[in-house]
């Protein structure tokens, strides 16, 4: 073979080559790397809207609590220096249902039923709230660590309890 017949050939080789790559491999590739694509967005999507629905549920149930627990009786409290909260048998209801169904753990759920169902200290709340935290990710740590000023009981300036 000849140096000229060499370069035909490798000329001709490398125009099939980047006809097949054009025209049949990279398209492939494209429509495999695009399919691949929206189902990533789609998963991460569907996460979001997850996690979203468990913040819904999780801060429900801290505001459920907050609530009952300001409905209990504590002995070194008087009754006057707490600013009663109300909450709904069927919010009680939704909210089990909502943390039932869109969290990964027991914790949350199991601490708010505690507090519907046991005697319990006013600082549970910083269970629950450390639960909250770890069930939505913002760690494992124990963020709230202060039990004597867990709970806010009132505030002097609230308008409703000025009457």
Known sequence: MEFKDIIILSTVFTAIQTFLYQFIFLPKFNKSFKIFEMELKQKDLVNSEKWKLKRDACLNALNIADNILSNYDYPNVKKEHIKRGEVRTEEVRKCFNDLACSCE???VIDTLKKILSESVT???IVDLRNAVRKELGFGEKNFD????KAFVSM????KDLKK
């Open 155 to 158: 505030i002097p300036c609230d």
């Open 145 to 148: 660590t202060d039990r004597h």
């Open 105 to 107: 753990h027991t914790e």
């Open 122 to 124: 006013i600082d549970i």
